[in-house]
């Protein structure tokens, strides 16, 4: 038991992802001589860019609604909104931030989602790093020496105008202090120097504090501060020897709420905190939900998932579909798990016209089922019109109360332009869009994937099944039509930056013109049934051009489910893409690597590039037939490149090792910080399970005979800075990772618990108020053989709450380990 017990210990991971959405702001001060601002928000996780927002133009009350999504396995410290203020000539202005403490985030267990108060920037607060020390009480009869090892730090805050620092430490106890020596130019400093404090026995006190203070050296003027940390005296009583990197942090200063004078932001943020069980805890869950689709009872009974359902809030079911579409992913039953619920759903359907029309389960899982596995397909099929959308930038306006002369720019000798001129044109210009995206989806039947096809051919059948009669022919084309025009590609033209189509929000013009054409597309996703019907009446220019297109919508949803069963099953069991995808491309600069020593902006080479599970891959321009590559599997570290390294912002590198065990690195360059993060985060995902991944890298470069960033001259020592290998944005390209997603389904299932058992087990919820908690028998025989499985709703109840019970006492096991482990070490609160 001890061996299996530590073997399953090791095995124990954490996950931490952290949800946040930037709604909007209100009452920004004006920053710029026209009165208002240009604001954009940075958002920081441990003071490192993870995400910007887009500009906002000319606006103290900005929306952005954007959201993202961050895995960070080391968990972290801090999550800040920075506002800025763009400005076309000279530095950007800083408008306030906003700081949240990771407890402050976890404290709120729905999430945070408020106005919050805009705070100035202090300078003294903004630090970041960590710095490695040894501390050593030295006691003699007649004194006790400090002895503190000032080794190394790392990721230190850039406080000088090229980007880095000149740090040195101070070591202070009560009036006695010392210093360590200067290291120029440099964020990651390897000081090695021993600094001692001779103290007098008389003035010690346990409730004394030794501070490591770093500060950046300035020739003119006063030093920067750049951190410190605070060790309690008591601690170096109890333990001598004190060896340890350090987190450091701030002044103190307590951030002063300015009034509501620099504005709020509307912020939603949200953090889920996993410790994740070894796999084989997780086996009878899955096993039940396996069973759910392989075994499906009749339509009425119950069923792991009819129990899941029962317990899903409207809030969380979103979540909990694209869970259950990722754990049926990894096991290749996909189909019929959204056959089963499409099957159910379409059963209790008595009226044609309300089938799929609410958030149920069925409707959510569909509708993440096609985000996981068919986003490549739809930005093949979308992405040329919507760039040339956003290129052409017209004014486009079809309501006549919305028409506004003064937008229309034409170049005439025949005076100003009429509303009949703009509606004209308007009309012309949406019907050249809305044929374009039309042709484009019906002429892509070859290219959908053959999963999506495949669940579509078994909608239309259980819709065809019942609703037989003639009045209903069209309902199986509207089954289909109205998850793939209405819930996937017309919300994709709504806003094509949520579904990674465009790095950039639509500006107001551009916007209106998506609107638009996402109504006209939802029209011919509805096969013009529902025209003329509505409010909007000034869409009827467009209702020819949608009748015309529904033949051929029909002739292609025909097309689309005429395909073999078996083909969409081959599936790959722990990736959402095939090996031979491309899961990101596009232009990037590469860095020049062999040759003389060019200028920064010179060193760097147009190169496009291509991602997919195996290689990624570069030429000269995308129809280049001669291709460089890198094999995925030689990866060892996809990591940020510090902005000293080369002067320039936004550049990354990716390490690979080849079969002598040398290190290789390629350096590139991406247009700003989100294509950056969206990169970094695309390579980590698919590299994700390499051995042999570096612990530590080296965010400068070697130059000059050493690294530009901790000044080492060996070119082979270790690096400086940790690496970040699984901190990725979360989006449909995440990994699949059945535990995770199992503990996910548990979590949802273990709050709804009590809801279980007074419904389907009156009785043992009786037991369990009068204090009988037996354990419910979980569907094993003595043995260890397992039952045939129960169809009654109240026996697959109780298998079902026996497997939250066992694994609820299977965390708080671990969970008890992980205190008496804490327990038995003595604690050091300087957030190591």
């Known amino acids: 038991m001890g061996d299996l017990d530590s073997y399953l210990w090791q095995k124990m991971a954490k996950n931490t992802s952290l949800y946040f959405r930037i709604v909007e702001g209100r009452n920004l001060p004006a920053k710029d001589v026209s009165g208002t601002s240009d604001p954009y928000c940075i958002i920081k996780v441990d003071n490192e860019v993870v995400a910007r927002t887009a500009t906002v133009w000319k606006n103290l009350n900005p929306f952005w609604g954007e959201e993202y999504t961050l895995h960070l396995p080391m968990g972290f410290h801090s999550l800040s909104f920075h506002v800025m203020d763009e400005d076309t000539i000279g530095h950007d202005d800083v408008i306030g931030k906003i700081s949240l403490t990771k407890e402050a985030i976890g404290s709120q267990a729905k999430g945070l989602d408020s106005w919050i108060n805009l705070t100035r920037v202090d300078p003294d607060e903004e630090v970041q790093g960590e710095i490695h020390l040894s501390l050593h009480l030295l ?36 009036n006695y202090s010392a210093e360590t020596s200067i290291i120029k130019k440099t964020r990651f400093p390897h000081w090695g120097e021993t600094l001692e404090l001779d103290l007098d026995p008389r003035e010690l006190s346990e409730e004394g504090t030794v501070v490591v203070e770093v500060w950046d050296w300035d020739m003119v003027g006063k030093n920067d501060f750049l951190g410190k940390v605070e060790i309690p005296f008591a ?15 701030p002044l103190g200063n307590n951030e002063v709420d300015a009034g509501g004078k620099l504005g709020a932001l509307r912020l939603k943020v949200r953090l889920v905190e996993d410790q994740i069980l070894p796999s ?114 017209k004014y486009i306006e079809l309501d006549p109360c919305k028409i506004d002369l003064n937008h229309t720019r034409r170049i005439s000798f025949k005076g100003a332009v009429s509303e009949a001129e703009v509606r004209d044109s308007s009309v012309e210009m949406l019907q050249s869009y809305l044929s ?9 039947v070859e290219q959908c994937p053959p999963v999506m096809r495949v669940a579509f ?28 025009f209405l819930r996937f590609f017309a919300p994709a033209i709504l806003t094509p930056k949520l579904f990674q189509l465009r790095d950039q929000h639509a500006d107001t013009r551009t916007s209106r013109t998506l609107l638009l054409l996402a109504k006209a ?31 051929s919508v029909k002739d292609f949803l025909d097309k689309l489910i005429d395909i073999d069963h078996d083909i969409g099953s081959e599936m790959p069991q722990r990736a959402v893409f095939l090996p031979s995808v491309i899961v990101k491309e596009g232009y990037l600069q590469k860095h020049k690597a062999e040759g003389a020593q060019l200028l920064s902006r010179f060193a760097f080479k147009k190169r496009y590039f291509w991602l997919t599970s195996e290689t990624l891959s570069y030429a000269k321009a995308p129809d280049w037939q001669a291709r460089s590559s890198l094999l995925i599997h030689c990866v060892c ?27 290789h690195t390629m350096y590139i360059q991406c247009k700003n910080v989100n294509e950056l993060n969206q990169w970094l985060s695309a390579i980590r995902k698919v590299s994700i399970y390499n051995e042999h991944m570096l612990p530590s890298f080296h965010p400068g470069t070697y130059r000059g005979g050493k690294w530009t960033c901790c000044l080492q001259t060996d070119r082979t020592v270790a690096g400086c800075s940790r690496t970040h290998s699984a901190v990725t944005l979360g989006d449909w390209s995440d990994p699949l990772d059945p535990d995770v997603e199992t503990q996910t389904i548990f979590k949802q299932l273990l709050q709804g618990r009590d809801k279980l058992r007074k419904k389907h087990l009156p009785e043992a919820d009786a037991d369990q108020t009068g204090g009988n908690k037996d354990k419910i028998h979980s569907g094993m025989d003595t043995d260890g053989a397992e039952c045939k499985p129960v169809t009654s709703g109240q026996g697959l ?36």
């Open 139 to 174: 006691k003699h009869t007649e004194k006790i020496v400090l002895r503190c090892d000032v080794i190394e730090a790392r990721d230190l805050a850039p406080r000088d105008i090229s980007g880095t620092s000149d740090p040195f430490a101070r070591v202070i106890y009560n």
């Open 235 to 249: 601690c170096l009583h109890k333990t001598p020897l004190l060896d340890s990197w350090f987190r450091l942090l």
């Open 280 to 393: 084989l805890y997780y086996q009878p869950l899955i096993d039940l939900l396996v069973e759910s689709v392989i075994s499906p009872a009749e339509v009425e009974d119950s069923s792991a998932l009819t129990l899941l359902e029962e317990v899903t809030t409207v809030e969380s079911r979103q979540d909990v579909a694209m869970t259950l579409v990722k754990i049926y992913l990894g096991q290749g039953l996909v189909v019929p798990f959204l056959d089963y619920l499409n099957t159910r759903e379409v059963n209790i359907t008595t009226d044609p016209n309300t089938l799929f029309r609410s958030n149920s389960l069925a409707s959510k899982a569909m509708e993440q089922f096609m985000k996981a596995v068919g986003m490549l397909y739809l930005h093949e099929v979308l992405k040329p019109i919507i760039n040339r959308i956003f290129d052409e930038k």
């Open 436 to 444: 374009r995206i039309v042709e484009s989806i019906v002429g892509s």
């Open 457 to 484: 051919k078994q909608l239309h059948k259980r819709v065809e099944e019942q609703f037989a009669e003639p009045e209903n022919e069209d309902v199986k084309y509207l089954a289909i039509s109205g998850f793939f």
């Open 521 to 551: 597309l939802q029209s011919v996703g509805n096969l013009g049934l529902q025209l003329g019907h509505g409010k909007e009446q000034w869409m009827a220019p467009l209702h020819p051009i949608i009748l015309r297109s529904v033949a």
């Open 637 to 663: 570290a996809v990591e940020r490149v510090d902005e000293n390294a080369f002067q320039q912002q936004n550049v990354m590198q990716v390490v690979t090792q080849d079969d002598d065990g040398q290190l």
């Open 797 to 832: 109840a109780s298998r079902l709450l026996a497997v939250i019970e066992d694994l609820e006492e299977a965390h708080s096991a671990f969970q008890h380990r992980v205190e008496k482990e804490d327990s038995s070490t003595t604690s050091v609160i300087v957030n190591t």
